[in-house]
């Protein structure tokens, strides 16, 4: 995860500018949260932007209505917020199997939620239709592009084919922050048939 991958830079940028999505936000949070490299390049951007705004002037304040974690007027709402995902047992939620057999729940932040594969499971290999965003909070999982452990983003974008699985002697636990459209592209998508593309992943 390092600003010269440009999907994570791209990410991030939004992220400190205040634009993302209220999922993708939650997911940047948290990986703010649990990652210190994911800490240090928010504290950098945000610096940045902060240092570009002294020199253009005074905006408006709807500009920072949505104050992002490391500000002082965020640490108390934002935190907060993060709670039911750093603060509690993950794994002694209610989990129920979606229609591929992959535990998960939602979230009160619509387009988000949690994910969870246990020791050794794979979900089914699939083709995703729109964007989605993911974090690790507990355990870690790999799939064709890479692994990720506690902490760490990634992205799959549309048209990305891949069968994740979980790593090691844990539950891979995640939030996943998805992007309005069709989760799959097709009926073939929930068989991860079809053309794949390249994603940059953090």
Known sequence: MTLHDNAYAAF???YAAGVLTPAERLAADLHRALSPEGGRNAHVLEAVGGAILERIGPLPTRYFDTPRLGSQEASGNRSSLLDPYLNRDLLALNW???IFGVKTLPTSIPTAS???LDPSERAPSHLHGRRDVTVVLLGAYADEFGAYERGDIAFAEPGLKHQPRAEGDKPCVCLLATEAGRPLQGFLGLFGLGDS???QVS
């Open 114 to 116: 949690l994910l969870r």
């Open 197 to 199: 593309k390249p994603r």
């Open 96 to 98: 129920r199997k979606d």
């Open 12 to 14: 991030m940028l939004d």
